[in-house]
């Protein structure tokens, strides 16, 4: 798969140029798959990347600011519904709006993420129910989201998620019974984030943005070959921090790439109710970045758009609003009741989009999926089902006094009172069950004789 840089989807391709060997006009090598089917991108040789103005962006393609910045009418679409490649004039492309088509290697190794992550979800869901988890909020119908967010990135790059986003830490290579940790009612995240360079999932609406920015920030004061992909919901972008997050990103031309899950409710609120924009990529051109639409249940798309979204933040041409387009399934939580605010109508309407159903047709037709290898994706979803369910059937081994000691480095007094106070409590305790034993022992003895 060649990826040019330019502006959003835009542009002409290496191919397009005569260029050779999937070398790009700006100096920037395109993303090479890796043993794994992985998108990864080859860093220039030295130096950090150069931040081009808006201008010089738009002066490369010859085409206006607006253009550059203005999503495409409607949104990028490359598979219909039922699993059928769309002609290029059908999908929804325009001067500067233009995608290349993964190649059906890496398209396969997509799809087999997105097996596994619906067997994810319904294992959680499952667990719940079970008294295992305590909340699960079920990204199902949304795995194509998920599983191009984790893809579109390097090794070196930062994934910044929100608490529906369970699928893509997972497809990032963390451990699942990590990543649901948090889900079970602990004390931490469950995971390192360093060492998976994915943040902790939000639970707060929109917080993540602003570590995102300061990330992408440090990156490149440092001249990191860092992009970092910050994860959000059609919800947040009523929030505060998504203001700051995106002027903040612009003005400084940070390598970010805000992905906004529109799954059309924040909870049971409608997108009708949060925003009265053409669409939320159209907020993009208020901070001076590209925005772009894209069809969240289209795995296709989602890749190419992505993957451009990420060689251009990559390339110093700053940072970039990328809109999926996709529907939540299941209720909100475990806690919700979704039909107090949708009817069974809609829901199946967008039943008829899901992304699994349209990837494995396409495949099929391609050719490149058989009974053999879906068996084989099939086990490895099952693989993953069964390491959540004994990882998460295992009791912790909880520890009281954690509750104090990962606060402060330093405890404060009034936090070493409270630990103190708690230590008496459970040794007083333990001394009245051991008593209870003894006198329930002498008993037995007594009965005995």
């Not at 440092?222 to 009523?238: F, I, P, Q």
């Not at 099952?382 to 990962?406: C, H, K, M, N, T």
Request: with cysteine; charged share 20%.
């Amino acid at each position: 798969m060649t990826i040019s840089v330019s502006p959003p989807g835009g542009g002409r391709s290496a191919e397009d140029t005569g260029a050779a060997d999937g070398a790009t006009a700006t100096g920037v090598a395109a993303p090479q798959a890796s043993p794994h089917g992985v998108p990864q991108t080859t860093a220039p040789q030295a130096g950090p990347p150069h931040t081009t103005s808006l201008q010089e962006a738009v002066q490369n393609f010859g085409i206006s600011i607006e253009d550059y910045l203005l999503p495409v009418h409607g949104q990028i679409q490359i598979l219909a519904e039922d699993g059928t490649m769309l002609p290029e004039d059908r999908r929804g492309s325009s001067p500067g709006h233009q995608y290349p088509v993964p190649a059906d290697e890496e398209l396969l190794e997509a799809y087999r993420r997105l097996v596994v992550g619906r067997r994810i979800n319904d294992q959680n869901s499952a667990l719940v129910r079970q008294g295992r988890l305590a909340v699960y909020p079920s990204s199902h119908g949304q795995e194509a989201c998920q599983v191009a967010a984790a893809l579109c990135l390097a090794s070196q790059d930062w994934m910044f998620p929100t608490y529906r986003d369970a699928v893509a830490v997972m497809t990032r290579g963390v451990d699942p019974v990590e990543v649901m940790t948090i889900f079970r009612g602990d004390w931490h995240g469950g995971y390192d984030p360093h060492a998976h360079h994915v943040g902790i999932q939000s639970t707060p609406l929109t917080t993540q943005l602003l570590h995102a920015v300061g990330v992408a920030h440090a990156a490149k004061l440092r001249g990191e070959e860092t992009v970092v992909l910050a994860m959000c919901g059609d919800g947040a972008t009523s929030e505060g921090d998504f203001h700051e997050a995106l002027n903040f990103a612009a003005v400084f031309r940070l390598p970010v790439v805000f992905f906004v899950q529109n799954n059309q409710y924040a909870i049971s609120v409608p997108l009708a109710h949060q925003t009265a924009a053409p669409s939320l990529a159209h907020k993009a051109v208020g901070y001076g970045m590209a925005g772009e639409r894209v069809d969240g249940n289209d795995l296709v798309a989602l890749l190419a758009v992505l993957d451009r979204a990420v060689t251009l933040a990559r390339s110093g041409s700053g940072p970039l609003l990328v809109e999926a387009n996709t529907y939540r399934m299941q209720a909100h939580t475990n806690a919700d009741d979704a039909t107090r605010y949708r009817n069974q109508a809609e829901v199946e309407a967008w039943a008829a989009k899901d992304p699994l159903n349209r990837m494995r047709h396409y495949l099929r037709a391609a050719g490149q999926l058989t009974d053999d290898v879906e068996a084989a994706f099939a086990d490895d979803a099952e693989q993953v089902a069964q390491r959540l369910r004994e990882g998460l059937s295992a009791e912790p081994d909880i520890d009281p006094q954690d509750l104090f000691r990962y606060v402060f480095t330093e405890p404060t007094p009034q936090l070493r009172e409270q630990a103190a106070f708690l230590a008496d409590e459970l040794a007083r305790d333990a001394e009245g069950a051991a008593a209870s034993a003894d006198t329930a022992a002498t008993a037995d003895t007594r009965k005995e004789r």
